[in-house]
């Protein structure tokens, strides 16, 4: 099957909002008004074409972000559904990433939802092109007047109304459009609707409204002003280029309405997607990586970009890719630019769901999905050979979440590495580290619901079963005090000794610190500490006590004894140390008794100078509806957390605070039973501080009984 649609009729859509907020009722409308599909499927039911996967049937909301199309008075229309909940943001950017148009949809019962903003801001990076949707129009507790308002105060006035309910709530079956001036009449079952002069009653505030949205188009473009000063209005085809060119400079941003899951309004907005959204060749041209634009033509060089990669029992890995410029081709060998690994291109689909149909070829603009390919995951440009293409990449966000995770079977470390680097290969916003400071896997994500997901993954997948644990904290030691010491390390067990000793001087470090106070320095070493800090090294040896070869010995044991340090076994950070005096032995003296020697002296002169645990301090912003920010707060202090200033942005407040990491575990669950879910935080390491004293001496205790079990 050759492609269909050249790059002029096709659209690709991303459908945008908070869970609950009906983006999969929407899609299946629109599948159903296309009659790609004979019956709406329920999102209750688990029966739509989007939500395919067992675990969103069970969870009753999208988790991943699907690929179909709707075809659409000669226009193909690729349509991206998205997950709402913040923990799937990786889900939502990638397929903003390939969208030419976005739609917004606002729950008419709950207005402005925080999971809005924060797609919003995602929209800002891209500049998606953007429609807003105001659903559930139906709903008993739907309230249009209030959802477009907040909308207009949290997005800008940018938003013009091109529709609005005669009626809402259950009564709800009647929209006028403004731009077009025609009552739409829904039967209970929705569908095509009858097309019906504006009724008197309601003929003032539509005029008034139609006034609005045209000089909204007039006002971004002087030809249109003029033309509309000239004849007090504007035609069909005026107003459909100056829309899209509004849209595409992000200058204006339609409103319309829909009860997604009646079918009532979804054919006119796809009407307005086909007949004025930009196609993508209409968009501004990609940016490379090397600052030269790549333009939307099917008779370019052949370049696809790969947003999504998803791992199928019994299929195997499948890219989803947008061709950017050129015409992908079944058969075709292109290179990949960031591996420089050339890929067969064996088999091309479009893709409806979880059901895939053979194409022979996809033009620029187009997005589809190809089956194993060796050596290429998200992020990826491949192009055709004798090109230097590379798309700039998708940008995730970092993550929120961090858990320790081991196989609940040993013996299965190994299948456990394989498994974790296919999900990192597969889901970008998923990050893993191998501790060997905690000796844990530390898998770091979005939230929980994103970590059940790895969890099902890994279990059903892969056929691990895995168990999550509480990751350690890294604490840092440091002292706060002078101290003197000196150790003699002596060994003798016939033959050759070993003998070294050392008398050495540590102090607390701080920048422009004076030197060494009564002191003969003979040399200096600064060291940053892969963990952080410093550590200062100074010789002052008088009258070769301790032969200068013998120093980076001393240090060595130093280091060593660093990277645990006595109180709890965390990196020591923050030190100067002089060595002052020792002694050596014409024939015992070597490197390892120096190293040995450092190393016991640096011990007892640590435990001698007030030693100090810190804690690793994050900073926190919340964004939370006004009326739950007192419960917030409240859950915080429970925290230790330091709430350094409340602001309100919209109906929304925006708490700051810096808060120890060792209180934030299952923050995230907390955060969304608090809040039912309408609640979004982000977390960026700041600082080390001080353990509290009763802390320190608890997490001191509870080392040293554990390292007297280990030695029992």
Same mark, same amino acid.
């Given at each position: 099957?050759?492609?269909?649609?050249?790059?002029?009729?096709?659209?690709?859509?991303?459908?945008?909002?908070?869970?609950?907020?009906?983006?999969?009722?929407?899609?299946?409308?629109?599948?159903?008004?296309?009659?790609?599909?004979?019956?709406?499927?329920?999102?209750?039911?688990?029966?739509?074409? +989007?939500?395919?996967?067992?675990?969103?049937?069970?969870?009753?909301?999208?988790?991943?972000?699907?690929?179909?199309?709707?075809?659409?008075?000669?226009?193909?229309?690729?349509?991206?559904?998205?997950?709402?909940?913040?923990?799937?943001?990786?889900?939502?950017?990638?397929?903003?990433?390939?969208?030419?148009?976005?739609?917004?949809?606002?729950?008419?019962?709950?207005?402005?939802?925080?999971?809005?903003?924060?797609?919003?801001?995602?929209?800002?990076?891209?500049?998606?092109?953007?429609?807003?949707?105001?659903?559930?129009?139906?709903?008993?507790?739907?309230?249009?007047?209030?959802?477009?308002?907040?909308?207009?105060?949290?997005?800008?006035?940018?938003?013009?109304?091109?529709?609005?309910?005669?009626?809402? +709530?259950?009564?709800?079956?009647?929209?006028?459009?403004?731009?077009?001036?025609?009552?739409?009449?829904?039967?209970?079952?929705?569908?095509?609707?009858?097309?019906?002069?504006?009724?008197?009653?309601?003929?003032?505030?539509?005029?008034?409204?139609?006034?609005?949205?045209?000089?909204?188009?007039?006002?971004?473009?002087?030809?249109?002003?003029?033309?509309?000063?000239?004849?007090?209005?504007?035609?069909?085809?005026?107003?459909?280029? /100056?829309?899209?060119?509004?849209?595409?400079?992000?200058?204006?941003?339609?409103?319309?309405?829909?009860?997604?899951?009646?079918?009532?309004?979804?054919?006119?907005?796809?009407?307005?997607?086909?007949?004025?959204?930009?196609?993508?060749?209409?968009?501004?041209?990609?940016?490379?990586?090397?600052?030269?634009?790549?333009?939307?033509?099917?008779?370019?060089?052949?370049?696809?970009?790969?947003?999504?990669?998803?791992?199928?029992?019994?299929?195997?890995?499948?890219?989803?890719?947008?061709?950017?410029?050129?015409?992908?081709?079944?058969?075709?060998?292109?290179?990949?630019?960031?591996?420089?690994?050339?890929?067969?291109?064996?088999?091309?689909?479009?893709?409806?769901?979880?059901?895939?149909?053979?194409?022979?070829?996809?033009?620029? /603009?187009?997005?589809?999905?190809?089956?194993?390919?060796?050596?290429?995951?998200?992020?990826?440009?491949?192009?055709?050979?004798?090109?230097?293409?590379?798309?700039?990449?998708?940008?995730?966000?970092?993550?929120?979440?961090?858990?320790?995770?081991?196989?609940?079977?040993?013996?299965?470390?190994?299948?456990?590495?394989?498994?974790?680097?296919?999900?990192?290969?597969?889901?970008?916003?998923?990050?893993?580290?191998?501790?060997?400071?905690?000796?844990?896997?530390?898998?770091?994500?979005?939230?929980?619901?994103?970590?059940?997901?790895?969890?099902?993954?890994?279990?059903?997948?892969?056929?691990?079963?895995?168990?999550?644990?509480?990751?350690?904290? =890294?604490?840092?030691?440091?002292?706060?005090?002078?101290?003197?010491?000196?150790?003699?390390?002596?060994?003798?067990?016939?033959?050759?000794?070993?003998?070294?000793?050392?008398?050495?001087?540590?102090?607390?470090?701080?920048?422009?610190?004076?030197?060494?106070?009564?002191?003969?320095?003979?040399?200096?070493?600064?060291?940053?500490?892969?963990?952080?800090?410093?550590?200062?090294?100074?010789?002052?040896?008088?009258? +070769?006590?301790?032969?200068?070869?013998?120093?980076?010995?001393?240090?060595?044991?130093?280091?060593?004894?660093?990277?645990?340090?006595?109180?709890?076994?965390?990196?020591?950070?923050?030190?100067?140390?002089?060595?002052?005096?020792?002694?050596?032995?014409?024939?015992?003296?070597?490197?390892?008794?120096?190293?040995?020697?450092?190393?016991?002296?640096?011990?007892?002169?640590?435990?001698?100078?007030?030693?100090?645990?810190?804690?690793?301090?994050?900073?926190?912003?919340?964004?939370?509806?006004?009326?739950?920010?007192?419960?917030?707060?409240?859950?915080?202090?429970?925290?230790?957390?330091?709430?350094?200033?409340?602001?309100?942005?919209?109906?929304?407040?925006?708490?700051?605070?810096?808060?120890?990491?060792?209180?934030?575990?299952?923050?995230?669950?907390?955060?969304?039973?608090?809040?039912?879910?309408?609640?979004?935080?982000?977390?960026?390491?700041?600082?080390?501080?001080?353990?509290?004293?009763?802390?320190?001496?608890?997490?001191?205790?509870?080392?040293?009984?554990? =390292?007297?079990?280990?030695?029992?």
């Amino acid at each position: 099957m050759s492609a269909e649609f050249d790059t002029n009729h096709v659209k690709n859509i991303v459908l945008l909002g908070h869970a609950g907020s009906g983006k999969t009722s929407l899609a299946e409308s629109m599948l159903f008004e296309a009659g790609l599909i004979p019956r709406r499927g329920s999102v209750a039911a688990g029966t739509t074409t +989007g939500d395919y996967h067992e675990l969103e049937q069970a969870r009753g909301n999208s988790i991943f972000s699907k690929l179909m199309h709707s075809k659409w008075r000669g226009y193909k229309i690729n349509i991206l559904d998205t997950p709402g909940y913040d923990d799937f943001a990786g889900e939502v950017i990638s397929a903003l990433r390939v969208a030419d148009t976005g739609v917004m949809l606002l729950n008419a019962s709950m207005g402005v939802e925080v999971g809005t903003d924060i797609i919003w801001q995602y929209t800002e990076q891209f500049k998606t092109p953007m429609i807003f949707a105001v659903n559930q129009l139906d709903h008993e507790q739907a309230d249009y007047d209030k959802t477009v308002q907040q909308a207009k105060e949290h997005f800008g006035s940018k938003i013009v109304v091109v529709q609005y309910p005669v009626q809402q +709530g259950a009564g709800f079956h009647e929209i006028i459009d403004v731009l077009r001036m025609t009552l739409y009449k829904f039967h209970d079952s929705g569908g095509k609707p009858e097309k019906l002069p504006i009724p008197d009653a309601e003929k003032e505030k539509a005029e008034r409204l139609h006034k609005e949205l045209v000089e909204a188009v007039a006002s971004n473009d002087e030809t249109l002003m003029e033309h509309y000063f000239d004849k007090g209005e504007l035609d069909e085809d005026e107003m459909k280029e /100056g829309m899209k060119k509004a849209m595409i400079n992000h200058d204006l941003f339609p409103l319309f309405c829909l009860s997604a899951e009646r079918n009532m309004g979804s054919g006119r907005l796809m009407g307005f997607i086909d007949n004025v959204c930009p196609s993508a060749n209409e968009m501004p041209p990609q940016k490379t990586l090397k600052g030269s634009t790549l333009p939307c033509d099917a008779s370019g060089p052949t370049c696809i970009f790969v947003y999504k990669t998803v791992t199928e029992p019994h299929v195997g890995e499948m890219s989803f890719f947008k061709v950017y410029s050129g015409v992908v081709k079944s058969g075709m060998e292109l290179v990949n630019e960031n591996t420089n690994v050339s890929e067969k291109i064996n088999q091309l689909f479009i893709v409806e769901g979880n059901k895939r149909t053979n194409v022979n070829e996809l033009s620029a /603009g187009d997005i589809g999905a190809t089956l194993k390919l060796r050596n290429t995951h998200v992020n990826n440009t491949l192009h055709e050979k004798g090109k230097d293409i590379e798309l700039v990449p998708i940008s995730f966000p970092p993550p929120n979440m961090s858990m320790a995770i081991e196989p609940v079977n040993k013996g299965e470390e190994d299948k456990l590495s394989q498994a974790l680097h296919q999900l990192v290969d597969e889901d970008p916003t998923v990050k893993v580290e191998i501790s060997p400071e905690l000796k844990q896997t530390i898998i770091h994500c979005q939230g929980d619901m994103h970590l059940a997901v790895i969890k099902w993954k890994i279990e059903h997948l892969a056929k691990i079963e895995v168990r999550f644990i509480r990751p350690k904290i =890294a604490y840092r030691e440091t002292i706060r005090k002078s101290a003197d010491a000196q150790y003699r390390h002596k060994k003798q067990s016939g033959g050759a000794g070993q003998f070294g000793e050392v008398h050495m001087r540590i102090e607390p470090f701080t920048e422009g610190m004076p030197e060494p106070a009564g002191l003969n320095v003979r040399g200096r070493e600064t060291h940053d500490l892969p963990w952080g800090g410093k550590l200062v090294y100074y010789n002052c040896i008088v009258g +070769g006590a301790i032969d200068v070869r013998f120093l980076p010995s001393i240090m060595k044991g130093v280091m060593e004894k660093m990277q645990e340090g006595p109180l709890t076994g965390s990196y020591v950070r923050d030190i100067r140390v002089s060595v002052f005096d020792g002694k050596m032995h014409p024939v015992d003296s070597n490197d390892i008794s120096f190293k040995l020697a450092g190393l016991q002296a640096f011990r007892q002169a640590f435990r001698e100078a007030d030693p100090q645990l810190l804690e690793p301090i994050y900073k926190l912003e919340v964004m939370c509806p006004e009326d739950l920010t007192g419960a917030v707060m409240g859950d915080l202090q429970t925290r230790r957390a330091l709430v350094e200033g409340m602001e309100t942005e919209g109906q929304f407040s925006k708490i700051t605070a810096k808060v120890p990491i060792a209180e934030m575990f299952e923050y995230s669950s907390s955060l969304r039973s608090i809040t039912q879910g309408r609640a979004k935080f982000k977390m960026d390491f700041d600082s080390y501080v001080v353990v509290p004293y009763e802390l320190q001496k608890k997490l001191t205790e509870d080392y040293n009984k554990h =390292a007297v079990m280990e030695e029992a």
